[in-house]
């Protein structure tokens, strides 16, 4: 689990920019993990859902 995490944050990150300095590659680093990779990435105890969907599921129809 962890190689896959790592060649996504390669792959989607750190390949297609270029950074200025360290703390902007570790900002880049945490609005990707923060913004897309938690909230958005499907988990197997969650039914294949994301915790956003999941969460909505929840939710029910507003």
């Known amino acids: 689990m962890a190689e896959s ?3 996504t944050l390669e792959c989607e990150v750190i390949e ?6 360290p703390k ?7 609005e990707f993990i ?7 990435r499907r988990h197997s105890a969650l039914g294949y ?3 956003v969907d999941f969460e909505q599921q929840l939710r029910g129809p507003e």
């Open 5 to 7: 995490f790592f060649a």
């Open 34 to 40: 923060e913004a897309w990779y938690n909230p958005h």
């Open 49 to 51: 859902l994301s915790p």
């Open 16 to 21: 297609r920019t270029r950074f200025a300095n």
């Open 24 to 30: 902007a590659a570790g900002d880049a680093v945490f």
